[in-house]
Nanobody
Framework: QVQLVESGGGLGQPGGSLRLSCAAS????????MAWYRQAPGKQREVVAV???????NYADSVKGRFTISRDNAKNTVDLQMNNLKLEDTAVYYC???????WGQGTQVTVSS
């Protein structure tokens, strides 16, 4: 069964760090462009970070310089390192294979002091 499973969410403090991981079964993630999205309460889902097959990356302005998307091909994961967390980073974070579309179930990130 092809699926994506996110992990690593939880409670973080302002200025702190969290690392999310997206693990795949049934597919090799390095073959696809991948992205992390998030959806805050009452808001639309938005793209946070994108990584192409060749390794190029792009980030939303709101997370640029704080978040880093990366691949671990040995583990078949796509990770999101989140540093200098802000209250507004609170959201459910989703991993997505861009083409063809495939979503994970999401992991909650809450930033609170």
């Amino acid at each position: 069964q092809v699926q994506l499973v996110e992990s690593g969410g939880g409670l973080g403090q302002p200025g702190g760090s969290l690392r999310l991981s997206c693990a795949a079964s049934g597919i090799i993630l390095s073959a696809y462009p991948m992205a992390w999205y998030r959806q805050a309460p009452g808001k639309q889902r938005e793209v946070v970070a994108v990584m192409t097959n060749s390794g190029s990356t792009n980030y939303a302005d709101s997370v640029k310089g704080r978040f880093t998307i990366s691949r671990d091909n040995a583990k078949n994961t796509v990770d999101l390192q989140m540093n200098n967390l802000k209250l507004e980073d609170t959201a459910v974070y989703y991993c997505r294979r861009l083409f063809p579309p495939l979503w994970g179930q999401g992991t909650q990130v809450t930033v609170s002091s």
